[in-house]
Structures are given as structure tokens and as C-alpha cells.
């Protein structure tokens, strides 16, 4: 079993900043590509930021120059840095990977966490 397990959403006003974590744990043998991805009610789900095993970064650009994202590799935890929140960054938040385990690589998801920007 593997499990991506988030933390730090919350309800933050516009201008504030909010730190999510994802941490995956399990029976895990490499890690490849972790991301944040997002959903607005009524909305898909979106792209927010990607990292690689190596540090290669790409961000949607809604969110570029306002939100970092990185990774330990050791602890197999992702993060994201996020500034000068907006609301319309309000959202609910997933964290994302590519995990290898015994028997091949899958997608996992994280159970999401919320994050509400006011005005």
C-alpha cells in the first residue's frame, strides 16, 4: 500500500501566504515526478506545479512568480510554497506522484486538502 498524505491548507487572507506538504509513505521503492494539482467547485482539476526526482520544476502560469514547489527526497515529502494568495487560488489542493513499488510504477493521489482565500 502507498499513501500520499497532505498538510497546511487552511483559510488565509488575499495577500497571505500557506505552506502544503505531502508526504508518501508505503512500500515504495523510488519516487518519480511529485505535483500539486487543484479543483475549484465546479471546476476541473488543475495543474498547479510539478517537480521531478532530479529538481526540475514546471508551474501553470496562474501561479508563476507566486508559488514554489519542492521536494525531499529522503523523507519522500513535496512541498508547496505559496504567496501572494489570491481567491481564486481557493481550492481544493492534491498532491500527486509516481511511485515505484514492487510490481510496477502507478499514479497516486493524496486526499486533498483545502485552501481558501478571502477577500
Not at 508505503?26 to 482539476?45: C, D, E, H, L
Not at 481550492?91 to 510504477?105: D, F, K, Q, S, T
Request: charged letters at 15%.
Amino acid at each position: 500500500q502507498v499513501q500520499l498524505v497532505e498538510s497546511g491548507g487552511g483559510l488565509v487572507q488575499a495577500g497571505g501566504s500557506l505552506r502544503l506538504s505531502c508526504a508518501a509513505s508505503g512500500n515504495i521503492f523510488s519516487v518519480y515526478t511529485m505535483g500539486w494539482y487543484r479543483q475549484a467547485p465546479g471546476k476541473q482539476r488543475e495543474l498547479v506545479a510539478t517537480i521531478t526526482s532530479a529538481g526540475s520544476t514546471t508551474y501553470a502560469d496562474s501561479v508563476k512568480g507566486r508559488f514554489t514547489i519542492s521536494r525531499d527526497n529522503f523523507k519522500n515529502t513535496v512541498y508547496l510554497e505559496m504567496n501572494s494568495l489570491k481567491p481564486e487560488d481557493t481550492a481544493v489542493y492534491y498532491c500527486n506522484a509516481a511511485i515505484r513499488r514492487l510490481g510496477g510504477i502507478g499514479n497516486y493521489w493524496g486526499q486533498g486538502t483545502q485552501v481558501t482565500v478571502s477577500s
